[in-house]
Structures are given as structure tokens and as C-alpha cells.
């Protein structure tokens, strides 16, 4: 686990497992359900982007066994409080955001192939797929993203704001940040991992379990993955 804390709090940029490498990950799924997180942890504040909502009274789901991760979490940190950006996400909005993602790269960058722009649209947000063995991850319900927060739900200072994709200091471990914003990001770190989560290291708010992320950046990759892509429970809402 120390070892898993330690891979976590070096990897860079260039660290980033693409697209086609995660394809080669197969998945067993196990059928566990979603469940809401609130349910399960009473104490988290849900903080839903505007644009991610599609209705006022929608919630986050996750995998049964995530939510009750985060349970131990939430006790492990108390007085702090998790804030919880997203987890489940419909490919509905999944698609919606990749193409806007992808949309704003290729106007800066109008040479770029559109191999190219895959690429780096991919580091942001994965491509949506309706394959059942190459979901995104937050269609799985394994993937969350996430901050810290004190008693009176102010969130920790990361040193770039969640989303924020022009900031150069999104990465974990992105240099430039100020000293206690690193600290910040080393709790958050450490505190997931020892619950048996892993950090995508271009997003420092990313975190999943059960995924295929979770099988590469784990080193498990002789493993199935044992979330594919759930079912929206809102659907028809």
C-alpha cells in the first residue's frame, strides 16, 4: 500500500496510460449495483456542476463497494468532509463534454490529425463509448472525482479549481504549485490510496477503483477489470 502512495505522488504527465493500452484491459463485470453515495455517506457534500445536472434533485451513484470505500474514507478524515464533484456520469454527458473538449483543442491547435487530437482531447475526458469492454470511466460507477473540505465545507486549495482544464497545474503532481496546495493534494493522495483507489495523474480530483483504470495504474494488468458500464439509474426521470 506505502508503495502504491509512493507510485502515486511521482508519476507525471508523461505517465498517462492512453487509450489504446486501456482497450487491451478486459472486463469481467460482477453486476454490483449503484447505489447513492449520500446514502452512504451522510456526512459528504455533493457538489454537481451546473452543466452536469440534469434535473434539481439528481444526485451521484457509484458501485456498491465505492460507496461503502467512501464511507471509511469519510470516517478516517473526519472533522474534514469529502466534496464530491462526480462519479457515475450518463454518456449522454460524457459525450457532450468530450466533444466540446475536443472541439476547443483543434482550435488551437487546426494541424493536429484528428489522431492527435483524440489523444490529447483523451487526457481530459475519455471518448464515449456504448462498447460494453471500453466504457469511460465514470460510466462504470468505479471512477469519482473529489476534494477535501473542513467542518464548515470549505474545500482545500489545490492549487487549480476542479474542471479546469486550461490550468497547467491540474496533474497531481504538476510543479508550481505553492507548498501547502501540494500538501493538500498528498493528503488527498494518501488518504484515497489507502482505501485501495487510484489517482489518474493528469487530474488530482480523479480517483477509481474496479475500473480499468484501476487495473493499469494498480499494476494488475494480467487482471480483469470488474466494472463495465452500468446501467443510469435515471433514466426515464
Not at 469529502?82 to 482550435?107: G, S
Not at 489522431?115 to 460494453?132: C, N, V
Request: charged letters at 30%; aromatic letters at 10%; proline letters at 5%.
Amino acid at each position: 500500500m506505502t508503495e502504491n502512495i509512493q507510485i502515486a505522488l511521482t508519476r507525471k504527465e508523461e505517465d498517462i496510460v492512453g487509450e489504446k493500452s486501456l482497450d487491451e484491459i478486459t472486463i469481467k463485470e460482477c453486476n454490483e449495483p449503484l447505489v447513492k453515495i449520500i446514502d452512504y455517506v451522510p456526512s459528504a457534500i455533493i457538489r454537481m456542476r451546473k452543466e452536469r445536472k440534469r434535473f434539481p434533485e439528481e444526485t451521484l451513484y457509484a458501485r456498491k463497494t465505492v460507496a461503502e470505500q467512501l464511507a471509511k474514507i469519510a470516517e478516517d478524515v473526519f472533522p474534514l468532509k469529502l466534496v464530491i464533484y462526480d462519479a457515475f456520469r450518463p454518456i449522454e454527458i460524457q459525450e457532450e463534454w468530450y466533444n466540446k473538449t475536443y472541439k476547443r483543442i483543434k482550435e488551437k491547435n487546426q494541424s493536429w490529425t484528428a489522431e492527435e487530437l483524440r489523444a490529447e482531447t483523451f487526457k481530459f475526458i475519455f471518448p464515449p463509448s456504448w462498447d460494453l469492454q471500453t466504457p469511460p470511466a465514470h460510466s462504470t460507477g468505479g471512477a469519482i472525482d473529489l476534494n477535501l473540505a473542513n467542518e464548515n465545507g470549505i474545500e482545500f486549495e489545490m492549487g487549480s479549481a476542479y474542471g479546469n482544464f486550461d490550468s497547467p497545474y491540474i496533474c497531481t503532481n504538476a510543479k508550481g504549485i505553492a507548498k501547502k496546495q501540494k500538501e493538500n493534494r498528498i493528503l488527498l493522495v494518501t488518504t484515497m490510496c489507502k482505501q485501495d483507489f487510484v489517482n489518474y495523474p493528469g487530474e488530482w480530483w480523479h480517483f477509481s477503483v474496479g475500473d480499468r483504470e484501476w487495473i493499469v495504474y494498480s499494476g494488475l494488468k494480467d487482471q480483469s477489470a470488474r466494472y463495465g458500464r452500468a446501467n443510469d439509474p435515471c433514466k426515464g426521470k
